[in-house]
């Protein structure tokens, strides 16, 4: 797993040599940027997606507290560097992963990047899993994954879904559509404790939303929304089932 990160450090000289073991004992840090204060450590932060700041304490014009205070609202971890102790309680009130003391064990750098590579790698499991497309705790919604995140749409929004290869369409009585990477059958299932009917090999739909049947060898359903959709013959029984 490859983590961002920049190297927050007044020092030339410990730059340097932070680097060069991270280069040579962490290869998963990939090291965006560094900085020798706090204003050149915010342009940093603010251009750049980060998983880890290395941050040293004191350092002109602030210290790393102040720069953390600035940042607001922090979605990276942070390993102190710093060669005096007495800041500890401190980091860890400003929630830091680790504290590394000066001058740096190797042992204690790659025990700090572990450290904080499981803590990424158990947050990306966890969205993984809220991000599939699915049903969750919430009763009768579903997530939607999008680039930026998830969207969580109401079950009882959505008027039907309809296959596109490998994608589904899904179609709101807010008159949008969500296309979304997973199959119609993905869907069936997922939406299998709300009251959705697969009534073709293209089409599931919300059965509270059908307003009327037309008969026909499989016959038709008209939507709420006036959207006209064909039944198919093998899966007509499935659909009055729900009309009995």
């Known amino acids: 797993m490859k983590l961002n990160s920049i190297i927050v450090e007044d020092e030339e000289t410990s730059r340097d040599i932070l680097k060069n073991y991270l280069k040579k004992y962490c290869p998963s840090i990939s090291v965006l940027g560094e900085a020798a204060n706090v204003e050149e450590a915010l342009v940093l932060i603010r251009n750049n997606d980060l998983d880890l700041v290395f941050l040293d304490v004191e350092m002109p014009y602030g210290n790393a507290f102040d720069l953390l205070d600035k940042v607001g609202d922090i979605n990276f971890e942070t390993v102190f560097v710093t060669a005096y102790n007495h800041y500890a309680i401190d980091a860890l009130n400003a929630h830091a992963s680790y504290y590394l003391m000066k001058p740096i064990s190797i042992d204690e750098l790659i025990k700090a990047v572990d450290y904080v590579t499981e803590i990424k790698m158990k947050e990306e499991a966890l969205q993984d899993q809220v991000l599939i497309p699915k049903t969750n705790g919430v009763d009768g919604k579903i997530t939607i994954p999008q680039l930026d995140g998830f969207e969580v749409i109401n079950m009882s929004d959505i008027l039907y879904c309809k296959a596109d290869d490998n994608y589904t369409e899904i179609y709101l009585n807010t008159n949008k559509k969500k296309l979304v990477s997973k199959t119609l059958k993905y869907f069936e299932e997922a939406l299998s404790s709300a009251s959705f009917a697969r009534i073709h090999k293209s089409y599931l ?19 709420s929304n006036g959207k006209e959709v064909m039944v198919s013959a093998s899966k007509k029984s499935n659909l009055l089932s729900y009309f009995k």
Do not use: P, T
């Not at 739909?205 to 939507?223: A, D, H, P, R, T």
């Open 205 to 223: 739909v919300n059965v509270n939303e059908v307003v009327k049947y037309v008969k026909g060898k499989g016959g038709s359903v008209i939507l």
